[in-house]
């Protein structure tokens, strides 16, 4: 339950976000302050590690998509990975299954940018 | 020895009382999950209940700062009342707040999700996905209502 | 044999096989009911804690933990008909605090206290030692049973190495049951009781009653430390809320127009305000105070101490040009109030517009840096002897603190902060450092006051990044005009 971390390794052209703790109303900013630098820096390859996430909001859930519509149009994209059975059972509920990339490992979603 | 107290199902509301400050989110959210997990809701179920009430909580939060900005400086910006019990085969959170109800309109689907856009509607679109009963009423003793109930 | 006798055998064998299963039957059925009623017993119990103790928990919405346990406590001596038990809560740490207490009930992890044969109350001498003596997780009786999570019955204490043995006869323990309040996976506490009041031993299913009602209990107990965590953040919270209102007032508004120089001052306060300001005082015609200063405590003390500092140097500035008779004026008036721990650190600079030079007094407070204006980029870092305000003996103080003047020229800009510009950390735990901040200021200096502070104000925040900072950073610059 605790607020979420977000560490940034960086991958050639392409960025992991090691995610830790709950992304909630209140931690959304850092989020959105990461996405953000990412996007100034024209990064738009991006992978989500989402093994210590927790909890994920609505709020956040839509500056994913936000970052992955745009990164899409520069041939980047934002996938995510490991995520826990139950935050998969909602992801999937929600139906953003549909809309974001989902890979069970971290380095078959690197794997899967190609070029 | 006369009838049989059925003490598991209206046993121990729980009510806490959090200033309206996205800070206390994780609070109401260990709450619920604690609550769920004890009433033997499932992992799954337990999850999608948090994130409707944390949904709900974020939803009522945000529309006390537009109404009122200087709510986000004060101390103690207002009180969101927070009510949870288990009611025979559901568990039962009730939100109450005062200030500006709120509006209850559309949902939004996921294809529709932005981030900056309408966040009511995309709260709103988890609740509904994630709740079994849902009822808002407005201007009653406690301030305007929000209940939720989800069957275990 | 002829049939009717086969008859009677038979008839005999059956009456009998049939008695024998009346019989069985009968048995098994009080055995049942015994069950049942024992059933009845502790739900009926239960029923009435649960009913009992949601009127305490619902009522105003705020439970008193003591009160909730008490009340627990009451009905496990009730139920095992026990003369005195105690309820353990883990608390900080690896411990169990007493947080109940009914009766004479004897410390557990015994060392004996010779002083309870003078103790005027008896009873609540024995209430003290168990108080006084916090259990450790893992150790003991208590300690175990919290650890191990499994609950513990002993019929004949007195002959169990596990129990100390006392020799006064009312703290003697005959027989005792202890219960691991749970809640989900986690122990958070423990329920004892000791020494039937009918004199007899406590027996199984005095165990599981106990463990049942401690069951019940633990679910009302969490939420309640729920609540408290709830309740001490709300604390927090609104003691930030003052400390940031306090100085929101003790910074000024605005800053003084200086003939014939330009000043800039800025303040980012961290997430635990912690006691930084700034001034610019006037104290006479030609004379000007600048002050920046920072304080050990944080939240309301820190802003509190931060705002007598602020009124000591205003009131003693006025008139004085020496800056260092300032600072042991503030020395000697601040002491009293300060604890062990308590200090502040204060830069203090006195401006003579006339003569153009700059007298610094440093009370343990960064060192301010003296940017030359001609062109040379050259920049010398003011050095000037003192300790910080409330640290060491006053004649130390008095004694170590020196002024330091040195002369202003045109386009010279002249910089101080807090050592939370400095020491301001990014998520991989780099420090910003003084290297950035002269670099900083040397390429804005030029640009005057203002556009220092700027520049020096938006580079360390985006060195910061998304990393959260526990310490003010403040900003002062003065500049003599080209």
């Known amino acids: 339950m ?114 | 020895m006369g009838h049989e107290p059925d003490n598991q199902s209206h046993g121990g509301m729980v009510t806490l009382y959090t200033p309206l400050n996205y800070s206390y989110a994780r609070i109401i959210r260990q709450a619920i999950v604690d609550l769920c997990v004890h009433a033997g809701m499932s992992e799954f179920k337990t999850a999608q209940f948090e994130m409707a009430v944390d949904e709900a909580s974020s939803l009522i939060f945000s529309a006390q700062e537009r109404s009122a900005p200087e709510i986000r400086d004060a101390a103690l910006p207002g009180e969101l009342s927070v009510r949870l019990y288990q009611d025979g085969d559901q568990v039962v959170v009730e939100l109450c707040h005062g200030g500006e109800p709120l509006e209850m309109g559309e949902s939004a689907s996921p294809e529709n999700w932005f981030g900056e856009d309408d966040l009511e509607a995309t709260g709103l679109f988890v609740i509904r996905r994630f709740v079994d009963g849902l009822s808002y009423q407005r201007g009653t003793p406690l301030g305007h209502c929000l209940r939720m109930s989800k069957k275990k | 044999m002829n049939t009717e006798s086969a008859l009677c055998f038979l008839f005999m064998l059956l009456s009998l096989a049939l008695a024998g299963a009346l019989f069985f039957l009968v048995a098994r059925n009080r055995r049942l009911r015994a069950m049942r009623d024992a059933m009845l017993q502790e739900k009926e119990v239960i029923y009435s804690f649960v009913h009992d103790v949601s009127e305490v928990f619902i009522g105003d919405g705020s439970a008193d933990m ?158 309640v430390r729920l609540r408290e965590a709830l309740d001490a953040k709300q604390r927090l919270d609104r003691d930030l809320e003052i400390a940031r209102k306090i100085q929101s007032l003790l910074l000024p508004k605005h800053l003084p127009r200086i003939p014939g120089f330009e000043v800039a001052a800025s303040n980012i306060p961290a997430l635990e305000v912690g006691g930084d300001y700034y001034d610019v005082i006037p104290i006479d015609e030609t004379h000007w105070g600048l002050a920046i200063a920072d304080v050990s405590g944080k939240g309301i003390s820190g802003a509190i101490m931060m705002a007598i500092c602020r009124s000591i140097i205003r009131s003693t500035a006025v008139g004085e040009t020496s800056p260092s008779e300032v600072l042991r004026a503030v020395n000697r008036l601040m002491r009293a109030d300060f604890t062990e721990d308590m200090f502040v650190s204060i830069l203090y600079m006195v401006l003579d517009t006339e003569a153009s030079t700059l007298t610094v007094a440093r009370a343990g407070h960064e060192r301010p840096i003296l940017f030359r204006g001609d062109g040379s980029r050259a920049s010398e870092v003011v050095e000037s002897p003192g300790v910080a305000v409330g640290l060491g003996l006053p004649e130390q103080f ?62 360390v925040v985006r060195f910061i990044g998304e990393a959260p900072q526990y310490d003010d950073m403040t900003l002062i610059a003065l500049r003599k005009l080209p």
Request: glycine fraction near 8%; include cysteine; charged fraction near 25%.
């Open chain 3, 66 to 223: 003591d009160q909730l346990l008490k009340r627990v406590l009451f009905y496990a001596l009730r139920t095992a008909k026990a003369g005195a038990g105690a309820i353990y809560l883990r608390g900080e740490g690896n411990k169990l605090e007493p947080r109940a207490i009914t009766g004479i009930f004897p410390p557990l992890s015994g060392r004996p206290d010779p002083g309870i044969d003078r103790a005027v109350s008896k009873s609540q001498h024995v209430e003290d030692m168990v108080r006084r003596q916090p259990v450790v997780f893992g150790e003991g009786l208590i300690g175990t049973v919290a650890d191990l999570g499994t609950a513990e019955l002993i019929a004949d204490a007195e002959r169990d190495v596990r129990v100390p043995q006392y020799a006064e006869d009312f703290l003697k323990v005959r027989s005792l049951v202890l219960v691991p309040m749970r809640f989900q996976q986690e122990v958070m506490g423990v329920l004892a009781v000791v020494n039937r009041v009918d004199g007899a031993s406590f027996v199984q299913s005095d165990l599981n009653l106990l463990q049942s009602l401690a069951d019940q209990a633990s679910v009302s107990v969490h939420f």
């Open chain 1, 2 to 115: 605790k607020e979420c971390v977000i560490h940034r390794e960086e991958h050639g052209h392409l960025d992991i976000l090691h995610l830790d703790g709950s992304l909630d109303a209140y931690s959304f900013p850092r989020l959105e302050a990461a996405l953000n630098q990412l996007r100034e820096t024209n990064r738009n390859r991006v992978v989500l590690d989402c093994a210590g996430l927790d909890y994920i909001s609505s709020a956040a859930l839509g500056a994913l998509i936000g970052f992955a519509r745009r990164a899409r149009e520069q041939n980047g994209d934002l996938k995510l990975a490991k995520l826990s059975p139950k935050i998969f059972n909602i992801v999937e509920l929600l139906g953003f299954h549909k809309i974001l990339e989902i890979h069970n490992e971290v380095d078959q979603a690197v794997k899967s940018f190609v070029g």
């Open chain 3, 398 to 459: 008095d004694r170590t603190l020196q002024d330091r003047s040195v002369t202003l020229r045109a386009g010279d800009v002249v910089v101080a902060c807090t050592d939370g510009i400095t020491e301001a950390m990014n998520a991989r735990q780099e420090e910003w450092g003084v290297e950035n901040f002269l670099e900083a200021v040397s390429v804005s200096a030029s640009e005057g006051a203002h556009s220092v502070i700027n520049n020096l104000q938006q580079r």
